[in-house]
């Protein structure tokens, strides 16, 4: 059985006092929930505070992003060793990475690498563009964005991944992914993990679905078989929304 797993990315948003006010609200939304592991993500600058807010509850923190290398002259990075005693997860491979900062898919399988080396749990993001979709490329994308990822990782390293299926044309528009075709796609990405490591290690990997996942969608998706949690966006920016998520995820 797999504990599903709900994790905002807040992206590039919130000042500190309004980082401040959304992890409160937060604390009191989701007081009491079991069922489901709940990760935040607030960007670099208030990992810190927010870390110390978190201390004594169940939710786990998350980067947004990370770099290969332990040190160096690598200016505007934060890397993998500087996160291992502030955060559980990193999010890496996220489209908007992808297509804005020049990630590839052998930077992000670098950066899986760094991370499960430091005992941080990457959230590992694939997903296929309007184009690929349309021109019925999808699940050879995907497939292909998984393989690369992974490469060189081994079954237990790959244990700690959680793989993030979040196709673009779904992020940020409010038009998500239909409940049988997210089931389909993250069916598939387990299919590929399982084809490397085999059944069990594919068993036991957590896939999320991620694009425009709201309070009115996310009973219907998180009740789909291969479904095991959602990466959210605008929705986690809201205490009530971000928690009617979690806890149709501990339902589901
Ligand atoms: P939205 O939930 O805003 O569509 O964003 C999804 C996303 O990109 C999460 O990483």
Redesign the pocket.
Known sequence: MRTPIIAG?WKMHKTYDGAMDLVEALMDELDNVEGAEVVLCPPFPWLLAVAEYLEETPILLGAQDCYWADEGAFTGEVSALMLKDLTQYCIVG?SERRALFGETDESVNKKVHALIEHGIRPICCVGEREAEREAGETDTFVTGQVRAALAGVSAEGALMIVMAY?PIW???TGRAATAEEANRVCGLIRNAIEELYGAPTAEGVRIQY????SGRNAAELMRQPEIDGA?????SLRADEFAAIVRAAAEG
Do not use: D, K, R, T
């Open positions: 990315n996220h979040e779904a992020i940020g991620g694009g425009s996942v990466l959210i966006g605008g929705a």
